[in-house]
């Protein structure tokens, strides 16, 4: 068995570097969504989505419905900047986002679109994975394949759900350290990555517990959806969680394995959120 896995990481491997190659590399101006009209350096056809700007709509809506000027918002998992660069726009000159992300060939891209973009003064990103721990020799992180090239931190029984690349070493950090050190405060973080999301919640327990964020997170299985729902009933949070698939709203409890990945919209008690949830359902019906 365990030669027939290593085989077949290996033709996967295989398949990934032909696919690269195959695919073209171009700027391109986003065509629609948050990040409309902002530059990108993508592979198509495989980025094609970024490129449309029909990349993850109700998240682009939540962030565009709560996002206002002079605001911090945290990207965790932000992969290439779709969301980010969008983001940055709405917070304008006085906000701030900060970027994080494992992955060097991601930063790097990363990087890249917020200097094509002018957003430096704004944008800031970071090379690392959010984590549980910090961890100061750096922690295993699994590469995405290259349509689908998100990846993620293979630790702590964690596998990334599409992470089909070879496996990294890159720096991991708290949400709580990184604060802590002199980070912004965000009231807003975005958390997509890869089936790590209750590592990087329990890794800010303090900032959570006295500053109160908004949260917005894909998670990708049952067991990490009960977990948050403990954790978020905790902090005293509400919560809902959508279906990307099927474009409609589960209950609170969470949802069975045939509605994962589920996005997860979460708020503290005093926030409006049942409005903003109003307004994130008819922007995106």
């Known amino acids: ?5 290593s085989r077949w990481q290996r033709a996967t491997r295989g ?5 690269r190659l195959i695919q073209r590399e171009v700027w391109v101006q986003v065509q629609s ?21 029909t990349h993850e709509p109700d998240v682009q809506n939540a962030i565009f419905c709560a996002v206002k000027p002079g605001l911090v918002v945290y990207d965790i998992g932000a992969h290439l900047g779709s969301i980010a660069l969008g983001t940055a726009r709405l917070v304008g000159k006085l906000g701030c986002v ?10 790097v891209r990363l990087r890249e679109n917020v200097r094509r973009n002018g957003l430096a003064d704004r944008l800031r990103v970071v090379h690392g994975a959010v984590w549980s721990s910090t961890r100061s020799h750096g922690i295993p992180f699994r ?6 090239s998100r ?39 975005k958390i997509d990555v890869e089936g790590g999301e209750y590592e990087v919640l329990q890794g800010g327990a303090r900032f959570f517990r006295s500053q109160r964020p908004l949260i917005l997170a894909e998670v990708h299985h049952q067991q990490a959806a009960d977990q948050i729902c403990s954790w978020l009933n905790d902090y005293q949070y509400c919560l809902e969680w959508h279906r990307p698939q099927v474009g409609a709203a589960v209950d ?3 949802s069975d394995a045939r509605d994962f990945p589920c996005r997860l919209f979460a708020w503290p008690s005093d926030y409006e959120g049942a409005t903003w949830m109003a307004r994130v359902y008819f922007r995106d019906a």
């Open 1 to 5: 068995m365990r030669r027939i896995s």
């Open 15 to 19: 398949l990934d570097r032909i696919k």
């Open 33 to 53: 969504g948050l990040s409309r009209g902002m530059w990108m350096r993508l592979r198509l056809p495989g980025e094609g989505a970024y490129w449309h700007g």
């Open 98 to 107: 900060v970027a994080f992300d494992g992955d060097p060939e991601n930063v």
């Open 143 to 148: 590469r995405g394949g290259v349509v689908k």
């Open 151 to 189: 990846g993620g931190v293979e630790a702590n029984g964690n596998h990334p759900v599409v992470g089909t690349g070879e496996i990294i070493t890159v720096p991991a950090i708290t949400l709580d350290e990184f604060i802590g050190s002199g980070g912004p405060q965000p009231h807003l973080v």
């Open 252 to 254: 609170s409890e969470g």
